[in-house]
């Protein structure tokens, strides 16, 4: 069982940066591939970015690809999420995710249905 855990988030100004974490309370993450996705209110859960378990491919959205970056830590059982250049329509509730297989090579999907675990979320709201 993997209970992911987010911490970061919070308030910042049109432009600014946040770094966003995913780490487990139970189970780890070193094996799986983790993908981070938003939600606005009232909009559908998108994906923003993905990374493989070894962290040698990662994947974007278009629309954050440059502002965004994915990153890990296997030593520390932790994932990353660095965001910059964040504007107001960059307010939403970010959750990480991961698949219940392991050790998956391939690019990581943006389709949540595909993830078994997930974290507890974190606002992260963009002032302008």
């Known amino acids: 069982q993997v209970q992911l855990v987010q911490s970061g988030g919070g308030l910042v100004q049109a432009g600014g940066s946040l770094r966003l974490s995913c780490t487990t309370s139970?189970?780890?993450?070193?094996?799986?591939?983790v993908a981070w996705f938003r939600q606005a209110p009232g909009k559908e859960r998108e994906f923003v970015a993905g990374?493989?378990?070894?962290?040698?491919?990662?994947t974007y959205a278009d629309s954050m690809r440059g502002r965004f970056a994915i990153s890990r830590d296997n030593g520390k059982n932790t994932v990353y999420l660095q965001l910059s250049s964040l504007n107001p329509e960059d307010t939403a509730v970010y959750y990480c995710?991961?698949?219940?297989?392991?050790?998956?090579?391939?690019?990581?999907?943006?389709?949540?249905?595909?993830?078994?675990?997930w974290g507890q979320g974190t606002q992260v709201t963009v002032s302008s």
């Open positions: 995710a991961a698949p219940f297989q392991s050790y998956v090579s391939s690019t990581p999907s943006a389709n949540p249905a595909e993830y078994h675990y």
């Open positions: 139970t189970g780890t993450v070193t094996s799986k591939a």
């Open positions: 990374i493989t378990w070894r962290g040698r491919t990662t």
